[in-house]
């Protein structure tokens, strides 16, 4: 072991200009705006047009990202892209963003960890940068939901929306950057949410797309206690394991999937509200790209700050969960 330290170096964001409203939606499904606001938060949420895809969005954030630490593209060593609405099957988003980019000397490659692959692919990251395996990664978080959104079905289509987001990460002092990560998964929840067609198991025929099977499926009821319950426990672990408490949590970026889960994970935590970031009122579920947009909207607002500890976690479908605590 080396004493290596992994730490973000820059940031970046970009999310399509269409914007779905609570009463664009209320036209397509029964449901209010009163509804969707009460139940989730959300007021809106954006959406591709017919023509942009995953890779473009990550192409914008992740050469901010890039720009903003200083860096050269051919510095990035790794480039993972959290995706479960990638560009096509093969070859990976990660590879397509990489010729984009022009970070021809990284591995990349796609991680398929749903609302958690931002965190699972940051402490991926973070494993090889300590280990001195790399320098530099460019980690991702970019999806276009909107497609595999089920427009008839009022439980899951008022949730989620498009973006894309991007940290890069490097070596940083002793006592800096992520002080400590974990990731989870069980599998045994799949059916919570989950999309069946398209895959070698349900294969694609205009049958399944008639069935819409491709659409995600969801138990929304049972996912919201199993992810605060997730978020919750995982959150207590890294805090304990980077030897400080909620007390001193400067800034918590939660996934944003539902204010109402939001704000169960800050009650167990006794985090207070003034220190959780919330953007779900404008940006709905956007998966893997919504802490990295979180976490870019805090750089960009000043709401972060040189040596705040910041504390993020994710839930998504498989089920999959994780977190980390930064000292920024
Ligand atoms: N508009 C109006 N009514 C709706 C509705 C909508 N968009 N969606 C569901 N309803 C109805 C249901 O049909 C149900 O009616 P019924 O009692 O007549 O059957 C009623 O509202 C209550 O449904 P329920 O599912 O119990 O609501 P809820 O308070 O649990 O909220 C979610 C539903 C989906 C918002 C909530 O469960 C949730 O956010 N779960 C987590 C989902 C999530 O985050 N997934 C991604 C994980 S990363």
């Known amino acids: 072991m080396t004493n290596l330290h992994a730490g973000i170096l820059g940031t970046g964001h970009s999310y399509p200009e269409g914007i779905l409203t609570n009463e664009d939606l209320a036209k397509l499904v029964d ?13 809106q949420r954006r959406k591709a047009a017919s023509d942009e895809y995953t890779s473009l969005f990550a192409v914008r954030a992740g050469r901010q990202a890039i720009e903003r630490a200083r860096l050269d593209p051919s510095d990035i060593d790794l480039l993972l892209c959290a995706t479960v609405s990638p560009d096509q099957i093969l070859p990976s988003t990660g590879c397509i ?23 699972y692919g940051l402490t991926l990251a973070d494993s090889m940068i300590r280990t001195g395996q790399i320098r530099h990664a460019l980690v991702i978080g970019a999806e276009v939901l909107t497609q595999y959104v089920d427009y008839t079905d009022r439980k899951t289509c008022v949730l989620f929306g498009d973006g894309a987001g991007a940290a890069v990460l490097g070596p940083v002092d002793a006592g800096r950057g992520i002080l400590s990560s974990k990731i989870r998964s069980d599998g045994r929840y799949e059916e919570q949410l989950y999309s069946p067609g398209g895959g070698t198991r349900r294969r ?20 919201f206690k199993v992810a605060v319950r997730s978020m919750a426990d995982i959150s207590k672990e890294l805090l304990e394991r980077a030897r400080i408490t909620a007390d001193d949590i400067d800034l918590f970026i939660p996934h944003q999937a539902n204010q109402r889960i939001t704000e169960a994970v800050a009650d167990r935590l006794h985090v207070p509200l003034e220190k959780v970031y919330s953007n779900i009122a404008v940006h709905g579920n956007t998966s893997s790209a919504s802490i990295p947009i979180a976490l870019d909207e805090c750089v960009e607002s000043g709401r972060i700050k040189a040596g705040d500890l910041v504390l993020m976690t994710s839930f998504g479908g498989g089920v999959t969960w994780g977190g980390a605590v930064l000292r920024w």
């Open 31 to 43: 449901t209010s705006d009163e509804w969707i606001t009460t139940r989730t938060g959300i007021k």
């Open 204 to 223: 694609p025929t205009p049958e399944t797309l008639a069935a819409g099977d491709h659409f995600f499926k969801m138990k929304g009821n049972e996912l």
């Open 97 to 119: 963003i990489q010729a984009e980019l022009g970070t021809n000397n990284a591995a990349a490659m796609d991680i398929v960890a749903a609302c958690s692959g931002f965190i």
